[in-house]
Every structure is written in structure tokens, then in C-alpha cells.
């Protein structure tokens, strides 16, 4: 079946310790959004890419970077992080703007 | 700045009571609604959404929801809920313009007991 996929599922880091989470998709979809959702709280959107493009959304702290080396793969990069970082991310993908977006499992990461 | 308003932060139900799950939102132009639904362990999935045309749609499950424009609610429903619709229901709105955010609200849980 044609998914989002997320690594890993849990996410242990140290405070400061750079983490990287991984987002793949085999929908062939253009968009691919990075949200964060902390305990109880809405998801919210940190940024995303259309093909190559990258859009950040205002206020998303420089500590949160992203990658996408191709149409299947994100990655999404946390430089620094610290423990207000803890949350679930969620990625999510779309063919376009208008299109209905389809979430991945989400990756819960802890900071110690 | 937009925002989605869910009421109900925990609803508790009964098997074959019937749901309506408020949302409202803040933006007086178009826009694109939708509901998602969790449920215990698993990913954010869709369970309906409208675009444009009837109000009224009907998404999976037994669940429907209604666009009223006037009122900038789109409020989610099913006559006769079951114990597996226990599960955390995030409504979400979209500007339909060249953004690609979408806007969720904080969520509901639905906990249905059998």
C-alpha cells in the first residue's frame, strides 16, 4: 500500500545532542510538511517542500532544518535540541496545495 | 491570525449515542475543511472533508459533517457511535489560496463506552 513512513517511531536524545528524524513516501506526492505537536496541543506546521522548494513557516526556531535529497525522502533536523523540543512530529504529504494531506505515523521524540 | 476552535476538549459517550463534535474558525475567506481522526496507536487519518458543493458530506464510517458559512462551523456528526470510534477527532482548515498550512484545532477525545 502507498504510505508515509516515519523513523524512527521513538526518538531518545540528550539535551544539545543533534537528532535527525526520517520521513519517506511512496505516493509519489510533491509536498512534504513537517509538524510538530506537543502533548494535548494542535499539530502545527514547522515547514514544507514542494519538489525542491523549501518553505519555512515564520515562526519555526532556526534549531529545526530540513532536507530533501529527493522526491521520496525528508529528513527533518533538530541542531540543538532542547527540552521545550520534545514533542511528536508528524509528516505529512500532498500531491499539491488543494490536495488532502496524508499523515505518517509520527515520531515521538523524547530529550533528556 | 486563523484559528480552528474545537468545545469539546474529552466527550464521553455511550454505544449508539449519537455525536456532534463542534468546530468553528476564523477566516472569513474560502477555505478547504476537514476532519481527522486517531485512533489509540496509530497514524492521523482523514475522515471527510469538503471542498466546495453540497454542505453536507459524508466521510467514512457513518460520519458526516456540515458546512455552515454563516456561522464558520463545520461540525462533525454520526448518529450512532460504537466503541471503536474511541479516538482523538482534529478538525482542520485551509486557506484556499497559494498556502499550503493547514490549521488544525486542539483535538477531541471521544471515549465511547460499551
Known amino acids: 500500500d502507498a504510505m508515509v513512513i516515519q523513523n524512527p517511531r521513538y526518538q531518545v536524545t540528550q539535551f544539545g545532542k543533534p537528532v535527525t528524524l526520517s520521513c519517506s513516501q511512496t505516493?509519489?506526492?510533491?509536498?512534504m510538511y513537517w509538524y510538530q505537536q506537543k502533548s494535548s496541543q494542535a499539530p502545527k506546521l514547522l515547514f514544507h517542500y514542494y519538489d525542491k522548494d523549501f518553505n519555512n513557516e515564520a515562526d519555526t526556531p532556526d534549531n529545526f532544518q530540513s532536507r530533501r535529497p529527493n522526491t521520496s525522502f525528508c529528513f527533518l533536523d533538530i541542531r540543538s535540541p532542547g527540552l521545550g523540543d520534545a514533542a511528536m512530529y508528524l509528516c505529512?504529504?500532498?500531491?499539491?496545495?488543494?490536495?488532502?494531506?496524508?499523515f505518517g505515523p509520527g515520531t515521538r521524540l523524547t530529550v533528556l | 491570525a486563523q484559528s480552528v476552535s474545537q468545545h469539546n476538549h474529552h466527550v464521553i459517550l455511550s454505544e449508539a449515542a449519537s455525536l456532534e463534535l463542534g468546530c468553528n474558525y476564523s477566516?472569513?475567506?474560502?477555505?478547504?475543511l476537514f476532519w481527522y481522526v486517531q485512533y489509540p496507536g496509530q497514524h492521523l487519518q482523514l475522515l471527510l472533508k469538503y471542498f466546495s458543493g453540497d454542505p453536507l458530506v459524508k466521510g467514512i464510517k457513518g460520519f458526516e459533517a456540515e458546512f455552515i458559512k454563516s456561522k464558520f462551523s463545520f461540525n462533525l456528526r454520526k448518529p450512532s457511535v460504537q466503541w471503536s470510534d474511541t479516538a482523538e477527532y482534529f478538525c482542520a482548515v485551509k486557506k484556499v489560496d497559494s498556502s499550503y498550512k493547514l490549521i488544525f484545532g486542539s483535538g477531541t477525545r471521544l471515549l465511547v463506552r460499551p
Open positions: 477566516y472569513g475567506g474560502t477555505v478547504n
Open positions: 505529512a504529504t500532498s500531491r499539491a496545495s488543494t490536495d488532502t494531506q496524508y
Open positions: 505516493l509519489n506526492h510533491n509536498v
